[in-house]
Structure formats: structure tokens, C-alpha cells
T-cell receptor
């Protein structure tokens, strides 16, 4: 099983709403990532969890709150978002180890978020 | 800090032809990996090919091969016998072998295969 799943596929939310994005993998990967991708742009890294601990936060606004409840699951909690936060949110996972650079990141299909 | 540059925002080629996508990078690291990722329209991103900087031999995966020029910091992707399913956004990416888990992407090349 080399699949990363993300739910929901699409999400429309108002600026006062609270919602969550979910990501799951069962490949035994111990690193999980959240990316934000605008149209025709590369993914921008937001957060990295390594062994269920937050290892990288790319200065993301606090209205985005990540959570890694266990090694298979990654959530992104959203609150008081702005219209400019509308984007495709990608989750990815990879192995962690000595040869870190070689490990492929497996991407999910993404959640397309629209903030109204 | 690393930078990855893809100078061709868009390319198109006839089906069955060969196309080469360019990528250059800048780094002070000596031990690193380079990747080409493919993102088809409305589909998820997948790894096409990877290259370890210490290996002089260019990586190949079926119709996909790279031309890795370490001294020039160049890492181009060649797609032979192009197929309609190759239509996608292609991202070149860099990752050091040691350090944190961050993958640095280029700006992407949108490739269209024309029937």
C-alpha cells in the first residue's frame, strides 16, 4: 500500500468557520508533511512532523494548527482563515533515517480549500 | 540555502517525440539528492526519477532519463517516446542527504503532449 489519503477532497468555508483537514498513510512512514499549493506554483512547505513531533514550522500563521495524533494520521486544523488561504493543501509522507535525502515523499491527492 | 531554477515555464511536443526539461540548482552541500516529480492535471504528484549526487551514472526509469552535470549544477529530464499521459506539471526538487526533511522545489514546467 503506497497510498496517502486526504479528506475531504473539497472544502468551502467562511472566514469565521473552524474546519479540519485529515491525512492518513499506512506505509509505516515516520515523517509527514503539509504543503500549500497555489495554482501553477510549486508546493510550499508548511509543517513537518518527524516521529510524531513537529520538526519544521515554516513560519505559518497560527490560524493553521497541525496535529499528529499517531504515526499514521496527520490533521490540519483551520480557524479564521482569509480568502488568500484558498489553495490546494497537500499531505505527504516519507521514511526517516540516516539516508534522509534519498527517501521519496509520497503525496496525497490534496484538499482543495476555498475560503469565502 | 538551496535554490532550484526551472527556466521553461511551458513546453509542448508532439506525441512520440523526445523532450528535455531543464533544471539548475545552487547549493553548498556535497551530498544530496535530486528529484523530478510529475503532477498531472487534477491528479496527485508522483516521483518520476531520482539521482544521488555521488553517483556519476545518470539515472534512468523506462522512458525517463536524466542528464546530471554536477559541476555545472544541472539536472535535466529527458522523456523519450512521449505519450499523452505525460502531460503534466513537472517539478525539479533538491534535498540534502543530511539535515532536515525539507524538499526544495523549482517553479515547474508545464508540459503538454500534442496528439
Amino acid at each position: 500500500d503506497t497510498e496517502v489519503t486526504q479528506t475531504p477532497k473539497h472544502l468551502v468555508m467562511g472566514m469565521t468557520n473552524k474546519k479540519s483537514l485529515k491525512c492518513e498513510q499506512h506505509m509505516g512512514h515516520r515523517a509527514m508533511y503539509w504543503y500549500k499549493q497555489k495554482a501553477k506554483k510549486p508546493p510550499e512547505l508548511m509543517f513537518v512532523y518527524s516521529y510524531e513531533k513537529l520538526s519544521i514550522n515554516e513560519s505559518v500563521p497560527s490560524r493553521f494548527s497541525p496535529e499528529c495524533p499517531n504515526s499514521s494520521l496527520l490533521n490540519l486544523h483551520l480557524h479564521a482563515l482569509q480568502p488568500e488561504d484558498s489553495a490546494l493543501y497537500l499531505c505527504a509522507s516519507s521514511q526517516v533515517g540516516v539516508r534522509l535525502g534519498s527517501y521519496e515523499q509520497y503525496f496525497g491527492p490534496g484538499t482543495r480549500l476555498t475560503v469565502t | 540555502a538551496q535554490t532550484v531554477t526551472q527556466s521553461q515555464p511551458e513546453m509542448s511536443v508532439q506525441e512520440a517525440e523526445t523532450v528535455t526539461l531543464s533544471c539548475t540548482y545552487d547549493t553548498s552541500e556535497s551530498n544530496y539528492y535530486l528529484f523530478w516529480y510529475k503532477q498531472p492535471p487534477s491528479r496527485q504528484m508522483i516521483l518520476v526519477i531520482r539521482q544521488e549526487a555521488y553517483k556519476q551514472q545518470n539515472a534512468t526509469e523506462n522512458r525517463f532519463s536524466v542528464n546530471f552535470q554536477k559541476a555545472a549544477k544541472s539536472f535535466s529530464l529527458k522523456i523519450s517516446d512521449s505519450q499523452l499521459g505525460d502531460t503534466a506539471m513537472y517539478f525539479c526538487a533538491f534535498r540534502p542527504n543530511f539535515g532536515n526533511e525539507k524538499l526544495t522545489f523549482g517553479t515547474g514546467t508545464r508540459l503538454t503532449i500534442i496528439p
